[in-house]
């Protein structure tokens, strides 16, 4: 076990001289190379946006979901690993359903997002398992207001006012980083969340679709799919909108 990563990476129990744990690494990298995904929480709700790639002409379109709903008042979106994602979402919801049934009324989004890092995080304890590939976007609209959380592989769930996660996220992060979201309406953020998806897309002749979802005051403060004319025309703006970049330049 001389060279680093040599040895050191058969179990998420065994830290490396560096003080890495490289079974969490591992899973990291593998929410890095999926297909970008994004929140923006704005001034009436949070908009959650992901990119997914059409990998056969016989697929159904829609298929391979990426975002779920948790809650009328919660809703996830993932990046990684899908079949990870869809069982840490599996648990998001569970822990909805126990909290609801214990005090009667909705989970804070907060106590959700705690409770699934510490779910995710116990995978990083153990010899015999293995970390979650995935990252997952949490979108909330609770009695505190709305707001968009991430939990990544290692169990860590922080607050975010915009994030993106995956393959295209740091051009993403550039382009959330301009937008003025605490100013900007749901309906709004869903035009620029497929506007940054379009324009970081690396994919080259590799066809794509978009699943957006929303939960705002216009969708009654419960998380919903975008309705299809909205994203069909936040679609047309961004393809127009990348055709005039490419003229200009």
């Known amino acids: 076990m001389s060279g680093i990563g040599t040895g050191y990476d058969l179990s998420a129990t065994t830290y490396s001289p560096d003080g890495k744990i490289f079974q969490t690494e591992y899973a990291q990298k593998a929410v890095d190379n999926s297909s970008t995904v994004l929140g923006l929480r704005c001034k009436d709700g949070v908009v959650l946006a992901s990119e997914k790639l059409v990998l056969s002409k016989l697929l159904v379109e829609g298929s391979n979901r990426r975002i779920h709903n948790i809650d009328r008042h919660v809703g996830v979106a993932v990046a990684g690993l899908a079949p990870d994602g869809r069982m840490v979402a599996n648990r998001a919801w569970d822990e909805a359903a126990s909290y609801k049934r214990v005090y009667g009324e909705p989970i804070p989004g907060h106590v959700l997002c705690e409770r699934l890092g ?28 709305p707001a968009l959380y991430a939990v990544d592989p290692s169990g860590s769930s922080m607050r975010y006012f915009g994030t993106a996660v995956g393959k295209g996220r740091q051009a993403a992060k550039n382009e959330i980083e301009k937008l003025k979201l605490a100013d900007m309406s749901c309906r709004e953020a ?7 998806l379009h324009k970081v897309n690396d994919e080259e002749g590799k066809k794509f679709e978009l699943e957006v979802s929303w939960i705002c005051d216009e969708s009654g403060k419960q998380h919903q799919r975008v309705p299809a004319d909205l994203l069909a025309e936040a679609e047309r ?13």
């Open 118 to 145: 510490s779910y995710v995080h116990m995978f990083n304890l153990y010899w015999s398992l293995r970390p979650y590939g995935a990252t997952m976007l949490v979108a909330v609209y609770d009695k505190n207001g």
């Open 190 to 196: 869903v035009a620029e969340a497929v506007k940054i």
């Open 237 to 249: 703006q961004a393809k127009a909108a990348l055709e005039d970049s490419d003229m200009d330049d």
